[in-house]
Structures are given as structure tokens and as C-alpha cells.
């Protein structure tokens, strides 16, 4: 049994006639009474009674025609589902990211996706790059965006390109002696209390500070651990020490604190984009689409990276 015997009998049933339900249908007469003949054969049942007043379902055939409206309805509903599926305007998007990705640029960037595809059931974890490229890897993400490129079993598999970059700034409270002051030198970093984030959350960023303030420093090894660049913030409003962390934390100012540039000015890693070069999601391909027209300098990164192949083109890494 095929569409067509459905939507033949629908229209043999609207007409009441073989010669109008074929002209409807824009076929002809007898391959219509031809192909009815063969769906009551499969079926098992008159469907339709022949009389010289014109042809009407039987009991069967009506109890057969409601299905087949509905079968009919359900074919064209899921071709309309196929179909906005493959624009990426329905499916699933899962997306890792750290804290200070919700400074910039995930604001506008979340924004924009959720007004272009609401349909899209967005599945966002906030994660330390750590892990967030070792999910990204086996699969249970479908982009990440941390510090640094992912690195590890796996990482060559993935497209990754910048879409921030920081450079080190402390964090005081307002009554801190380098309240004030714009800038505060490595030296005088050394001798205070400091609040870093983990470098097992953050090894970038870890490695980073141990460039600059020295391997075995005491600063380091006594700083307070903070989760994320709002913890780093809000303990620093407290007085706990100075925080360091990215740039982009000016964009987050706290009252009762004061931000100073750390000269010599230190680059810290990348904020980086990251997904499998190998993955076909119409969802993935509509939100790269939102960071082109959010980041035009990401967008020509991301054309020069995969070409009109699209994410699943042969580069990867």
C-alpha cells in the first residue's frame, strides 16, 4: 500500500465518481478503478459500493478513509518536519562553554539563535575547558567554547578557531592600596594574596601565570582557587587578595571593586570555538551561521578553515 492509494480513495470518496475523482487527480479512468480494486484486494474489504447514483464508502471504507486522512496528514507533516530539520530550524544543540564566554560573545550570540531558531532545543552546560574538550571529542557536545585549542586524544578531529582574545588584568576591592591605580607591575603581584582560577580546570591559563610569576612562585602556590571569573571577582570585592583573570572581566564591573592592568601586559590564551570537523548537524550549521553574522572576523576564520565543504569537509584540527 502506497500514498497514492490513500489519496486515491480520498478523492474517489470527495467525487462519488470514477470519471471526476480521475479528472481530479489527473489521471485516468480505469488505472483509478484499477488501483481501488487492488487496495480493497489488500485491504480485505469493499471500501466502496458501485451504484448507479455514484460510488460511496462503505462502512469499511469510512473507517478506512478517517485513517487514511490522517496517514496522509502525518506524511505531509513530517515532510515539513524533514525539511525545517535539514535548514537547522529544529533539532538539538549542545553547547559547553566556560563563565567569562557569558561576558562576550555568548550573550548576543545566544540571543540572536534563540530569535532565528527557537525550535532548536538548546542544551548548554557551563564546563572548564578541560572537560568541555574531552566531551567535545567523544561526542556529547557538539561545540565548546573554552580557553586555548582543545589538545589531547582526539583534538585533531576538531575545528577550532578564536573568537576572543585577553590579556591579564588584577581585580581589587575599593579599599585595596592598588584601588586607584591603573595598572599594578609583576613584582608587587608577587608579594600579595592572589585568586586564580584552577589549573586543573584551566591549564592554559595555569601556565600562563607560572610564565609570568615564576614556577615555583609562593604567590601561586598559596593563591586562593577560584571556580570561574565571577568567583574571582566576588572574592576579591570581599578583600580576600587580588584576582587575576581575562580582560574581559571589565566588562563585568562589580561595585566595591577596582580593575588595574598588569604590566608588562601578559596575552592570555585565546578564547576558542571548537567542534568536530566531522559533524553534519543542519543545528550546528545554523548557529555558525549566527556567529558569522555576529563576529564577521570569526566568520571569515571559520570560511577559511572549511571551505564550501562546510564542517564536515575533509580539514580538520
Not at 572537560?131 to 567554547?145: K, P
Not at 600579595?192 to 601561586?220: F, M, W
Request: charged share 20%; aromatic share 4%.
Amino acid at each position: 500500500m502506497e500514498a497514492r492509494h490513500l489519496r486515491y480513495a480520498l478523492a474517489l470518496a470527495e467525487h462519488a465518481h470514477f470519471g471526476r475523482a480521475a479528472g481530479a487527480l489527473g489521471i485516468a479512468q480505469p488505472p483509478l478503478s484499477k488501483q481501488i480494486a487492488d487496495l480493497e484486494r489488500e485491504v480485505g474489504a469493499r471500501l466502496f459500493d458501485r451504484t448507479r447514483r455514484g460510488v460511496f464508502p462503505t462502512a469499511a471504507g469510512t473507517a478506512f478513509l478517517s485513517r487514511a486522512r490522517r496517514a496522509l496528514d502525518e506524511i505531509a507533516a513530517a515532510s515539513v518536519d524533514a525539511a525545517r530539520a535539514a535548514r537547522g530550524e529544529t533539532g538539538r544543540l549542545r553547547l559547553g562553554f566556560i563563565a567569562s564566554a557569558l561576558l562576550d560573545p555568548l550573550p548576543d550570540v545566544l540571543g540572536r539563535f534563540g530569535r532565528e531558531r527557537p525550535d532548536v532545543r538548546l542544551e548548554l552546560h557551563e564546563m572548564a575547558t578541560s572537560c568541555s574538550s574531552a566531551v567535545l571529542v567523544t561526542g556529547e557536545l557538539d561545540v565548546a567554547i573554552g580557553l586555548g585549542r582543545p589538545d589531547g586524544v582526539g583534538a585533531e578531529q576538531l575545528v577550532s578557531v578564536p573568537i576572543g582574545h585577553d590579556h591579564l588584568v588584577a581585580v581589587v576591592s575599593s579599599t585595596h592600596p592598588y584601588a586607584g591605580q591603573p595598572s599594578v607591575d609583576v613584582e608587587r603581584l608577587r608579594q600579595q594574596p592572589l585568586i586564580v582560577a584552577s589549573g586543573e580546570d584551566e591549564p592554559a591559563v595555569a601556565a600562563g601565570l607560572r610564565t609570568l610569576l615564576g614556577k615555583d612562585s609562593p604567590a601561586l602556590a598559596e593563591a586562593t582557587v577560584a571556580r570561574d571569573i565571577h568567583t574571582i571577582i566576588g572574592l576579591a570585592a570581599c578583600g580576600v587578595g587580588v584576582g587575576l583573570g581575562p580582560s574581559r572581566m571589565l566588562t563585568a564591573p562589580r561595585r566595591g571593586t577596582w580593575f588595574c592592568e598588569v604590566t608588562p601586559r601578559t596575552p592570555l590564551p585565546d578564547l576558542v570555538l571548537s567542534f568536530s570537523a566531522r559533524d553534519r548537524s543542519p543545528a550546528l550549521n545554523a548557529f555558525l551561521d549566527v556567529i558569522r553574522a555576529n563576529c564577521p572576523a570569526v566568520g571569515a576564520a571559520l570560511d577559511h578553515r572549511l571551505g564550501p565543504a562546510g564542517p564536515w569537509g575533509e580539514e580538520d584540527g
